[in-house]
């Protein structure tokens, strides 16, 4: 555990001197980030943000304004961010459950013990765990680890995780080995990101890489056929 430990903090500290503090989530409120944990479900950042500035000229980053609105007015803003008229009813029933459930207050909303407030959010249609998990740490500044692709493939390939984790246990792995730091764990797994889009892709560029000096993946050179870890391909939901 406590080679687990240590290790997790090399890794972080490397991705950190190569890619520089990320300053993730990006968004104006803590609704915008919420909106843009739900867009980005299945599609890249630049057509989330696409929508979302489109979203704001309509006046729909607002919980009542959103819950209240014409769904085809919410499918028009959306557009960009692919599998639009699912996602306009999933930003929609989200701002739907807000104001029901909280009033539209955000205050309230998170001020509900954060275990409880996760089995509420996972109630909602389209929400799951990474979509949860993202609205909780980035929106929420709850300490709770976000787990995507990105975190397993690469995970695996280093050495430290089994490629069938589940994600409950990805998440316990981070959770139990780091320090319980909301801003540790929001710049992390935004390393994690980048990582897995400039080098630990379907096919790693292990060479250029900055962990290739402690990952197992490189030190072993796998030929293509037994590389562990697949594509990541769409978002967890
Ligand atoms: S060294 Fe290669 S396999 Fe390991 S994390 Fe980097 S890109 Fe991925």
Not at 22 to 31: I, L, N, S, V
Request: a positive charge; charged letters at 30%.
């Amino acid at each position: 555990m406590a080679a687990a430990k240590g290790q997790l903090l090399k890794i972080y500290r490397l991705l950190l001197k190569r890619f520089g503090h990320r300053g993730w989530w990006p968004g104006e409120t803590r609704f915008e980030v919420m909106v843009g944990a739900i867009l980005t479900q299945n599609t890249n950042w630049g057509n989330v943000e696409k929508a979302i500035r489109e979203m704001k000229k309509r006046g729909l980053v607002e919980p009542k304004r959103l819950a209240e609105a014409d769904v085809r007015e919410v499918e028009k803003a959306v557009k960009s961010s692919g599998y639009f008229r699912q996602k306009a009813r999933r930003v929609k029933g989200f701002a739907k459950w807000l104001v029901e459930s909280y009033g539209g207050d955000l205050g309230k909303m998170f001020a509900k013990e954060t275990k409880e407030l996760r089995e509420e959010l996972l109630e909602i249609n389209g929400i799951g765990p990474e979509t949860a998990d993202s609205i909780l740490l980035y929106a929420g500044g709850k300490p709770v680890f976000v787990v995507d692709a990105y975190t397993r493939r690469s995970f695996a390939r280093i050495g430290l995780l089994g490629e069938d984790a589940e994600y409950g246990e990805v998440q316990e792995f981070f959770e139990g080995n780091l320090p319980r730091s909301v801003e540790l764990y929001k710049d992390f797994h935004a390393q994690i990101v980048a990582l897995g889009k400039n080098f630990c892709k379907t096919r790693p560029r292990c060479n250029e890489c900055p962990l290739k000096a402690i990952c197992r993946f490189a030190s072993i050179r796998a030929p293509a056929h037994r590389r562990p870890g697949s594509a990541p391909g769409a978002r967890r939901l």
